[in-house]
C-alpha cells in the first residue's frame, strides 16, 4: 500500500513542463531549482495554503538511487546526478581545468556533497551586517538554524568513540535529521587524534556548532542514525510535503525569467514568469503571479539572472541580451575554496570516515611570521582587487568595493581570529590515511558568466585559484600543520605512519607541488552577494534582486564571504530566514 501510494504521489508531482496542452499554468511562487535552499524555500512558501508554488527542477527525484542514499562519501560524484562542470584553464595552478561538482537532483548538491553539518565562527556572520545588511548576523541566524535542524543525541557508543555535543546548540524539532554515522560505534581512532592535535596546540572543541569553530572536533552529518541514510534537502523539505496539492515539482531548467510590460510604481521591473526548457528542448512560458526565487546555485544563478537582462550591461551586450538592470556584481565575487589533500598509509584501522575535522587559526598557521604575513596581507589588497576587477573587463566593478571587501575578509582572519584553514582527517581501505585541508577565507575573487545566452547548462568559470599569494602561502602552511600531525606523538607510532609526500619541504617544493595538484573544494559562494548595491551587490536584505519588484535569490550565490564551516548548515538557516521575510513582504 504504501509503495502504491507513493507512486501516486509521484505521478501527481513529477508532470513535464508542458506535457499538456492546456493554457499556460501559473503559480503565485515559482521556485528556480529543487536543490538544498530552493526546497527550504518550497516547503515554507507552500505551508500557507492560501499560495501556489512550483519548482522547476532539470534532475530527478533520486530517492532511491543508492548512489544518494548512501552515507558514503562520493557515490553520487561524476554519475548522471551530478552536473559536473569544469573550469577555464587556471594559469595559478599548472594550467589544469578544475571539476566543479554540483548536484543535479531533487535535493541539488545536498544529495551529493559530504554531509557534514558545521556552521561556522560568530564573527563571520556578523560581518553580513557590515556588508550592509541590517539584521543579518549570527544571533538571528542561531533560531533558524535549530529551526532547520532536527539533531539526534550520539549513541552511547558513538560517544565512546568521541563525538561530543552541547544540547543548547541544537534544534531537535526541525526537518533535517543532522547526527553521527552508526559507524563511528566502531572507531577507536578518536583519542589518537585527539592526543595528537592536543601535542599541537590545536585544542578540542566540544561542539563544532556553537559559533566557534576552532580546535578539533569531531562533525555531525546530515543523515538519518537509524537507518543510515543521508538526509538530503528532498528528504528533509520536500518529501514530508509533497502531498500538499499547492506544491508542483516540475522538470525543466530555466532560461529566462519573463518581464510584465510596465515597471511598477517605484520604478522597478515586475516578473511575471519564467521561460523553461524542457528535455527535448522545447521552450514554455509558466506565469508567476507574485514572486520568482532563484535558487539554482552558486555556478547557475548568475546565468538565470544574465540571460534575464540583470548584469553587467557590456557582458550581456556580447552575449545579444538587453540589459534591464546594470548589476556589475552578478557573477563576479566567486569565491572558491582551493583544497589538497595528503595521502599518507599506515596500518590503523578505523570505521568512522570523514568525521575528524581540526580548524585553525592564521596564528597557529604562521606561528613568529603572523605579524608579516598579516601585513604583507594587507599591503597586497590594492593588487588583487585591481587583478579581480581588470579581470571582469574592462573594469566594470569598483576597485575601492572590492578592496573593502577584501579588508572586512582581512579584520575577520587578523583581528577576529575566525579560522584560516580547516584539516579534515580521512581514513581509506588498504591503509590509506589522508589529509583533505584548504583554505578556508582566499582573497583570490573569480567569476561565472554566461558564454552564450543558449548554453544555460556550460557555464563559464573561472575561481582564478591562487590569484591571490596568500592562498598559496595558506595552503602551504597548513599543508605542513597537517604533515606535522601524522609525523606527531602519539599518532607517529600508533599508525606506523608512511610520509612525508612532499619531500625536501622547501616553500619553492610546496608551491610547485600545491600548484600541480591543488584541486577545488566545490564549494562555490558570492556571486549575487547579499550586500550594498554600493559594494557591488546584487540583492538587499530581504534577498530581492535589486532594480526589480518580486525577484529573490536564495541559495550560497547570496552568501558574501566564505564561511569556516560547511555550506549547507549555513544555506538551511539562511533559507529558513530567507522564507520568514519572503512571507512577510511579498505583496
Ligand atoms: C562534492 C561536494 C562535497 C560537499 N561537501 C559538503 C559537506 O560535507 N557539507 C556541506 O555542508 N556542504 C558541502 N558541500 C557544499 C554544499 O553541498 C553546497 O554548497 C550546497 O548544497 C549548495 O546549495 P544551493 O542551494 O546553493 O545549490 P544546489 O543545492 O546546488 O541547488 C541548485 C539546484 O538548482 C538546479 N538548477 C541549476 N540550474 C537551473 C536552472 N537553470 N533552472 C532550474 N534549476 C536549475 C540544480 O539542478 C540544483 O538542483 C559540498 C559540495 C560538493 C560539490
Ligand atoms: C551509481 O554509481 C555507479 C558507479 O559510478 C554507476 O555505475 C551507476 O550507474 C550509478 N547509478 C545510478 C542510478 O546512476
Ligand atoms: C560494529 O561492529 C560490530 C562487530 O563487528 C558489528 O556487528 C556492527 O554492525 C558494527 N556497527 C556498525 C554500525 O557498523
Ligand atoms: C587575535 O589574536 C591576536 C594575536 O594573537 C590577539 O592580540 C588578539 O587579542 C586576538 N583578538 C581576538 C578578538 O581574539
Redesign the pocket.
Known sequence: MIAISRVGALLALTCSVGASRTAVESFDYIV???????LVVANRLSEQSSVTVAV????NDERNNANVTTTL??AG?NTPV??LYSTVKQSGAGNRAFD???????????????????RGNVAEFDAWEQLGNPGWNWNSIFHYFKKSEKYTVPTDSQLAAGATFESRYHGFHGPLHVGYIPALENGSFAPVVRDTWAGLSVAHNPDLNSGSVRGYGMGP??LDTKSNVRWD?ARAYLHPAENRPNLKVLK????RITWAAGKSEAGLLVADGVE?VTDDGESTVLRAKKEIVV???????P??LEGSGIGNPRILKSLGVEPLVDLPGVGENLIEQPSHFLVFSGDLHDSSPSAYHSYVTAAELFGADLAAVEAATRASIPRWARAAADASGVRSLDICAIEKLLKIQHDLLFKHNVTAAEILLVIAPDNILASNYWALFPFSRGSVHLESADR??EPLVDPRIFLADFDLSTMMAAGRFAEKFWLSEPMKTKGSVMGPVVSGGLDAQWQAHLRDTVIA?????GTASMMSRALGGVVDPELRVYGTANVRV????VVPMQVS???????YGL?ERASDIIKRTTH
Open positions: 528556480i531549482g529543487a536543490g538544498t535552499s530552493g522547476i527542477e532539470p534532475g562519501f562520493g560524484l551530478d552536473w566543479l561538482h554540483a548536484g543535479k537532483a531533487w535535493g541539488g548538491t545536498s544529495a551529493i556533497n559530504g554531509m557534514t553539518y558545521i552529518q546530515t534537502a525543466g531548467t530555466v532560461k523553461v535558487s539554482a546555485g552558486a555556478l547557475r544563478t546565468l538565470v544555460i547548462n573544494n566545490s564549494h562555490p559562494t536564495v541559495d550560497a550565490s564551516g560547511h555550506l549547507t548548515a549555513t544555506l533559507a
